[in-house]
């Protein structure tokens, strides 16, 4: 399969490239950093360009069989302000606009098959909902991460009006050794002074990297996954809970809490993102026959920290 990435240099597409090369699928990465990534996907054809951009990298679509686009600004990248709300915003909802419209060209392949756009989206998508298990069902929320996974994910949905299969991966918090939020969790426990984050009752809808790229790739290939899938582990855990596996993993004590109040006026309106939570469920993930390697925080930890 020929597969055409975005955000593939970012911490989820770098594992998933690793897996799409290793079963033999062709990648196309679009980047706007050709010259500082091309030694490191050398097995890539690197295209160049912004996905926020219209250009010519779209014409590389034509001719692949599939598209995976994870393209977005980090939220954690900055403080935000208006200008970086906008970014975060258009860095998603234009870049999949782009997406699109090469799709609508070329909606079929070679083989006269859809072509298949697989769309990340967040569990951000349903707000902050306290303790209320949330599916794939649930309505979404009304503050700003969740208008623009909706906007993000309406964007993706006009790809069905050319026939093509849609799925909307509903990516929750990413557990990875190497990036993402996890190592900065560490960071306190390491110093002796870990804990909880604000009430601590908030939950962490966590999934392990291996399984959030193997279920990116089940949905690739699988004709029935369309619409929204969340991509989350299916027992979320509390912050506190969280706390005490990670000082378990770590042999350090959990007991420092860190106030909200604090975080607040250290990040910012981000800080809400880890001060209020979502108890997600892969009800969709599950029906489509996805197991999951780590479906515990234990065992998921045990094996990124080893
Ligand atoms: N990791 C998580 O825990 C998590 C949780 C929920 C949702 N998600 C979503 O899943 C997707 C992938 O996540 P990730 O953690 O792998 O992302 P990431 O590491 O932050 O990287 C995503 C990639 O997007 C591109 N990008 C960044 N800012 C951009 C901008 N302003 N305009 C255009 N392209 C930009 C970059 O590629 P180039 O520099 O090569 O162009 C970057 O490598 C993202 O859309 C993210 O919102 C991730």
Known sequence: MRVFVTGGTGLIGTRLLGQLRARGDDVALLTRRPDAVRAQFSGC????????????????????DA????AG???????????????????????????????GKHPRTQAGQPKVL??????????????EELTEDSPPGNDTLA???????????????????????????VLDGEGGALPKMLTPFKLFVGGKV????QYVSWIHRDDMVGLLILVLDNASATGPINGTAPNPVTNTELSK???????????????????????????????????????RALALGFTFKFPSIDAALTDILA
């Not at 598209?67 to 994870?70: E, P």
């Not at 770590?250 to 001060?275: D, I, K, N, Q």
């Open 198 to 201: 604000g009430s601590g009752k």
């Open 245 to 283: 596996a990670i000082g378990c993993a770590l042999h350090r004590p959990s007991f420092m809490p860190t106030p909200a109040f604090g975080l607040r006026v250290m990040l910012g309106e981000v800080a809400e993102v880890v001060t209020t939570g979502q108890r997600v469920l892969p009800k």
């Open 118 to 131: 697989v769309n990340a989206s967040a569990i951000g998508y349903y707000g902050p909902t306290g303790d």
């Open 45 to 64: 054809t690197i295209v160049p360009g912004d996905p926020m951009q219209a250009g010519a990298w779209m014409d590389t679509i034509a001719d692949c």
């Open 147 to 173: 208008r623009v996974c909706v906007e993000w994910e309406n964007a993706a949905r006009r790809a069905e009006t050319h026939g093509v299969r849609v799925a909307l991966v509903r990516v929750g918090v």
């Open 73 to 103: 600004e980090n939220i954690f990248a900055r403080r935000w302000n208006d200008e970086f709300r906008a970014l975060l915003r258009d860095s998603r909802v234009k870049s999949t606009e782009n997406v699109v419209q090469a799709l």
């Open 67 to 70: 598209v995976i686009h994870l």
